[in-house]
């Protein structure tokens, strides 16, 4: 049993490193007072990670892409996610944002859907959560009813992040309430421009992200814009699940390693009452803690993305990685931001940014608590 990773990916892991310590450490406090970056920062940016062949290196090669495979992939997100000067949504320094089940579409729909987004800059957006159906997709009430060659939809999505500038639109709508999730829950590609489709609030959050309400009011859906077959939505969603789970994990994994950089220096640089921080056992000790805490989320988190390339089941080992990860970092960027005292808490560090988007990490994309009920279950089934 070999726990290192293959040479190639070290010089990857590498590589990714050195760019970010150069080109986006310097620019990300000022990406984060601009919340963005600038189109020609972005532009120079863009043509080094097609310089490095790390452009789309999460979409298959098939399409274009450098397709990485899962432990490849984590080991750039974890890299990438040390700083704060990236993009957080639609189309960022190593390419457009694409959301997996595009692969699932036929031939007709990926001409559509997934090329422009590919290749012409389209963004699409997920509309899954409801007010009254968020963890629970069971209880989601947005109902999709076929007439024709149509789908006549109607509902409320609300916390749809990138509503606001998306052309395209994931949705997912219950066709058959008497089987919810099981086989009742279909999935669409929709005009985020039809006919009776509102945006009808934006929440403002405390990671800056500002998703939105969207309603649906009698929108026609075309029948060619169902994805696969109707009620397999939610089936062709778990199935994709565990790479996002992973990418969490690994977001977490970057920002947590700078963390404790971040406190390392300071706590050897920042001298009181005549001795260096890093002296103080209450100080070394909130770093140990972290060390050793990153290292078992990194473990964790790698044999999953491996398991995944392997093509094994790993939906219980995406969401452990997913929950634990996610609880590491912020505890670590907690600890960190501790350690620099006052200082932590201008917007002149990264930790004060750090500190609201790994709390929110928690709640967004599966709430730790949906994590453990799963865990429990997968547990409980185990041991009979």
Same mark, same amino acid.
């Given at each position: 049993?070999?726990?290192?990773?293959?040479?190639?990916?070290?010089?990857?892991?590498?590589?990714?490193?050195?760019?970010?310590?150069?080109?986006?450490?310097?620019?990300?406090? @000022?990406?984060?007072? #601009? #919340?963005?970056? !600038?189109?020609?920062?972005?532009?120079?940016?863009?043509?080094?990670?097609? &310089?490095?062949?790390?452009?789309?290196?999460?979409?298959?090669?098939?399409?274009?892409?450098?397709?990485?495979?899962?432990?490849?992939?984590? %080991?750039?997100?974890?890299?990438?996610?040390?700083?704060?000067?990236?993009?957080?949504?639609?189309?960022?320094?190593?390419?457009?944002?694409?959301?997996?089940?595009?692969?699932?579409?036929?031939?007709?729909?990926?001409?559509?859907?997934?090329?422009?987004?590919?290749?012409?800059?389209?963004?699409?957006?997920?509309?899954?959560?409801?007010?009254?159906?968020?963890?629970?997709?069971?209880?989601?009430?947005?109902?999709?009813?076929?007439?024709?060659?149509?789908?006549?939809? #109607?509902?409320?999505?609300?916390?749809?992040?990138?509503?606001?500038?998306?052309?395209?639109?994931?949705?997912?709508?219950?066709?058959?309430?008497?089987?919810?999730? @099981?086989?009742?829950?279909?999935?669409?590609?929709?005009?985020?421009?039809?006919?009776?489709?509102?945006?009808?609030?934006?929440?403002?959050?405390?990671?800056?992200?500002?998703?939105?309400?969207?309603?649906?009011?009698?929108?026609?859906?075309?029948? &060619? #814009?169902?994805?696969?077959?109707?009620?397999?939505?939610?089936?062709?969603?778990?199935?994709?699940?565990?790479?996002?789970?992973?990418? @969490?994990?690994?977001?977490?994994?970057?920002?947590?390693?700078?963390?404790?950089?971040?406190?390392?220096?300071?706590?050897?640089?920042?001298?009181?009452?005549?001795?260096?921080?890093?002296?103080?056992?209450?100080?070394?000790?909130?770093?140990?803690?972290?060390?050793? &805490?990153? @290292?078992?989320?990194?473990?964790?988190?790698?044999?999953?993305?491996?398991?995944?390339?392997?093509?094994?089941?790993?939906?219980?080992?995406?969401?452990?990685?997913?929950?634990?990860?996610?609880?590491?970092?912020?505890?670590?960027?907690?600890? %960190?931001?501790?350690?620099?005292?006052?200082?932590?808490?201008?917007?002149?560090?990264?930790?004060? !940014?750090?500190?609201?988007?790994?709390?929110?990490?928690?709640?967004? &994309?599966?709430?730790?608590? %949906?994590?453990?009920?799963?865990?429990?279950?997968?547990?409980?089934?185990?041991?009979?």
């Amino acid at each position: 049993m070999n726990f290192n990773l293959p040479e190639e990916l070290q010089m990857l892991k590498q590589t990714i490193r050195q760019f970010v310590d150069r080109e986006l450490i310097p620019i990300e406090m @000022h990406s984060q007072q #601009n #919340n963005d970056l !600038k189109p020609d920062i972005r532009d120079r940016l863009e043509k080094k990670t097609k &310089e490095m062949g790390l452009w789309m290196f999460d979409v298959p090669e098939e399409y274009e892409g450098a397709g990485l495979g899962s432990l490849a992939q984590v %080991v750039v997100w974890e890299e990438m996610c040390r700083t704060i000067a990236l993009p957080s949504r639609g189309r960022g320094i190593f390419g457009p944002e694409i959301r997996p089940i595009l692969y699932a579409l036929n031939d007709e729909q990926k001409k559509r859907f997934l090329y422009p987004i590919l290749h012409s800059g389209k963004e699409l957006c997920f509309m899954q959560t409801e007010p009254d159906a968020g963890a629970d997709p069971g209880s989601m009430k947005t109902r999709a009813v076929r007439q024709g060659d149509f789908y006549i939809v #109607n509902g409320t999505k609300r916390f749809i992040t990138g509503a606001e500038k998306a052309d395209f639109g994931q949705l997912m709508a219950v066709t058959d309430p008497a089987k919810g999730s @099981h086989g009742g829950i279909s999935c669409f590609l929709i005009d985020m421009k039809s006919p009776g489709l509102k945006i009808t609030a934006t929440y403002k959050t405390m990671m800056g992200e500002e998703p939105c309400e969207v309603v649906l009011d009698d929108v026609k859906v075309p029948v &060619e #814009n169902l994805v696969g077959k109707e009620g397999e939505g939610f089936k062709l969603a778990q199935r994709w699940l565990g790479i996002g789970r992973l990418k @969490h994990g690994a977001r977490a994994l970057g920002v947590a390693e700078r963390c404790i950089e971040m406190g390392s220096r300071y706590a050897k640089q920042r001298v009181t009452f005549g001795k260096p921080l890093s002296e103080r056992q209450g100080i070394s000790f909130k770093l140990a803690d972290s060390y050793v &805490e990153l @290292h078992a989320a990194r473990l964790m988190v790698y044999q999953a993305a491996w398991k995944n390339d392997q093509q094994e089941d790993i939906r219980t080992e995406a969401y452990m990685a997913k929950m634990f990860a996610d609880e590491m970092s912020f505890r670590v960027v907690d600890r %960190v931001l501790q350690i620099h005292g006052g200082i932590g808490l201008t917007l002149d560090l990264p930790l004060a !940014k750090w500190f609201m988007d790994q709390r929110s990490r928690m709640i967004t &994309e599966g709430a730790s608590e %949906v994590m453990r009920m799963v865990i429990a279950r997968h547990v409980l089934q185990k041991y009979v």
